[in-house]
């Protein structure tokens, strides 16, 4: 598995268009079979902050996610939102083991 975290700080008057546009890119993107989580965190103390953490089943997933329409309408919609670009760290799972979102045991998404 590779899990992506991605930081994101918006506007203060842009949180309630931010969550909303992130809801719908999130359920859609759910529904792509390369994908086994997607979710949408909101900092308990600076609303302004949300952290995504996406769970690819494999590397290539990162690719066709970023080939989908709802994640260009996502993107392109939240861009004017940000407060400062977003960044994204790449992370590979120890814990829980992958075959538990249906990623072969032992595999990396590599």
Request: net charge negative.
């Amino acid at each position: 598995m590779l899990v992506v975290h991605v930081h994101v700080r918006v506007r203060p008057d842009a949180i309630d268009a931010f969550r909303d546009a992130t809801v719908v890119n999130a359920t859609e993107s759910l529904k792509e079979p390369g994908i086994a989580r997607f979710d949408v965190l909101q900092q308990e103390d600076d609303p302004t902050r949300f952290i995504l953490v996406e769970a690819y089943r494999t590397a290539g997933a990162v690719s066709a996610h970023k080939e989908t329409a709802h994640y260009a309408a996502w993107r392109d919609a939240v861009a004017p939102l940000m407060a400062e670009p977003r960044r994204g760290t790449r992370l590979v799972t120890v814990v829980p083991d992958d075959s538990r979102y249906g990623t072969p045991a032992g595999s990396r998404a590599e």
